[in-house]
T-cell receptor, first 113, second 110 residues
Framework: SQTIHQWPATLVQPVGSPLSLECTVE??????LYWYRQAAGRGLQLLFY??????ISSEVPQNLSASRPQDRQFILSSKKLLLSDSGFYLC????????????FGDGTRLSIL | GQNIDQPTEMTATEGAIVQINCTYQ??????LFWYQQHAGEAPTFLSY????GLEEKGRFSSFLSRSKGYSYLLLKELQMKDSASYLC???????????FGKGTKLSVIP
């Protein structure tokens, strides 16, 4: 069966510091991968998605970036965090067959001080 | 845009039935998903509708009317553990992206 791992679960970072969140998927090949952010009281906002190694689509211009160095690895990064980057970050995967649901990792709660 | 509208909050009694509605833009539509999200946790997949009608999964059912741009999630025999946010998500045609509503926070009371 497929599983998705996301870490860390919780992170507290100072303003201006860098960020690296990692997500890996097991049990499937060539998944579509997604990064979302969920701010308090708001809906899920799609940040990036990828349909293959090295391919990244950005949905919202901001100081975050994403990379997919391996088929089942998706990384969310920032060189300098802002206060507004606080939130709940979720990685998700789905199979390539049309209309497959997305399945989420456990999320990372990021607090910027 | 792809606005998805669902009520912000609902309250229902344990053992009762509750219906959570969702409306969405019909153009370029390719499917409707429902997710459950408990506080502080990640969303989990509940149901998927692409054709008109009712899909039943145990205590949960989901309905879709494509012509009306309307879906609902029906929860029967409510339990306290059903207290959570329920997210409606629209899949666009030719797209692998889901657009999520802001969620409906359901509180189940004794």
């Amino acid at each position: 069966s497929q599983t998705i791992h996301q870490w860390p679960a919780t992170l507290v970072q100072p303003v201006g510091s860098p960020l690296s969140l990692e997500c890996t998927v097991e049990g499937t090949s060539n998944p579509n991968l997604y990064w979302y952010r969920q701010a308090a009281g708001r809906g899920l906002q799609l940040l990036f998605y990828s349909v293959g190694i090295g391919q990244i689509s950005s949905e919202v211009p901001q100081n975050l970036s994403a990379s997919r160095p391996q088929d089942r690895q998706f990384i969310l990064s920032s060189k300098k965090l802002l206060l507004s980057d606080s939130g709940f970050y979720l990685c998700a995967w789905r199979g390539t067959a049309r209309n497959q649901p997305q399945h989420f990792g456990d999320g990372t709660r990021l607090s910027i001080l | 845009g792809q606005n998805i509208d669902q009520p912000t909050e609902m309250t229902a009694t344990e053992g009762a039935i509750v219906q959570i509605n969702c409306t969405y833009q019909t153009s370029g539509f390719n499917g409707l998903f429902w997710y459950q999200q408990h506080a502080g946790e990640a969303p989990t997949f509940l149901s998927y509708n692409v054709l008109d009608g009712l899909e039943e999964k145990g205590r949960f059912s989901s309905f879709l009317s494509r012509s009306k741009g309307y879906s609902y999630l029906l929860l029967k025999e409510l339990q306290m553990k059903d207290s959570a946010s329920y997210l409606c998500a629209r899949l666009g045609a030719g797209s692998y992206q889901l657009t999520f509503g802001k969620g409906t926070k359901l509180s189940v009371i004794p």
